[in-house]
């Protein structure tokens, strides 16, 4: 097998207090498309901003393509829960801002900016303002403002959780189109069992606190897939052995914790 992508060794996370993250281990092949459940305060989101870069583990290391991950860098590109645009900027020049940071300003950049709107389906918005967006347009510009700064992996933190279902199911459609022209590397945090089945290649089930990785599903339906997969057979099987898995879990979450 090729060298992974990205390496998880021993990965912990302690804050005063409370144990986040216990000891995680895990490796992603390059353009693998990974999803990560599991119930509430688990450590989901903490382990995705310290492999972004955001957040300093305790212990354990977190490699890309062999390097130690210490800092956020333009080799990640992280979408928020919250599509977080700036309301005074124009849908191209929210989608410019990580090129901007990153000190990218040349033709070729504005051009990967106008390719990218495009292919998250938003082109002739471009001159547009946030507030004339719906919820689910607003979270394609934060789609489009991460893939332009090309990453290597692409990280997304429950992106969809804001939106309407029909929305949401829509919105699972296009980004399952988008990964198929690229086949970025993706690590894809979601509460809906669904949606990591049908996105992903492997889905990541974690334990309660502190964050352990408890099992791997493969997912084995075949690609390209779209939302006909979800009535099928073996779709609904595989939702409830996760299910299944985490069910002790979300139940005592829900129950005992104030989270």
Not at 33 to 56: D, H, M, N, W
Request: glycine share 8%; net charge neutral; charged share 25%.
């Amino acid at each position: 097998m090729a060298h992974p992508k990205l390496e998880v060794s021993w990965l912990r996370k302690s804050f005063p207090g409370l144990d986040v993250i216990g000891g995680i281990s895990a490796a992603v092949q390059k353009g693998e498309f990974i999803s990560i459940v599991g119930p509430s305060g688990c450590g989901k989101t903490t382990f995705l901003r310290i492999v972004a870069g955001l957040e300093q583990a305790s212990g354990g290391e977190v490699r890309l393509d062999g390097r130690v991950v210490r800092e956020p860098g333009a080799d990640r590109g992280f979408v928020f829960q919250s599509d977080n645009l700036l309301p005074w900027r124009t849908i191209y020049d929210n989608a410019r801002i990580g090129q901007e940071i990153a000190g990218r300003s040349g033709a070729a950049e504005r051009q990967r900016t106008m390719d990218m709107l495009k292919l998250v389906g938003l082109e002739g918005f471009e001159h547009y303002y946030p507030r004339q967006l719906s919820g689910g347009m607003r979270q394609r510009v934060n789609l489009a403002r991460a893939l332009a700064v090309d990453p290597e992996v692409l990280l997304m933190d429950e992106p969809f959780s804001a939106l309407d279902a029909q929305t949401r199911e829509i919105m699972q459609t296009e980004l399952l189109r988008i990964w198929e022209r690229g086949r970025k590397t993706v690590l894809f945090v979601t509460h809906q069992i669904d949606e990591a089945v049908l996105l992903s290649d492997r889905v990541w089930v974690f334990a309660r606190r502190p964050g352990r990785l408890q099992e791997v599903i493969d997912i084995p339906i075949p690609r390209p897939r779209d939302l006909s997969a979800k009535r099928t057979p073996d779709f609904v099987a595989l939702v409830d052995r996760i299910w299944r898995l985490i069910e002790h879990d979300v139940r005592d979450s829900v129950l005992h914790e104030n989270t």
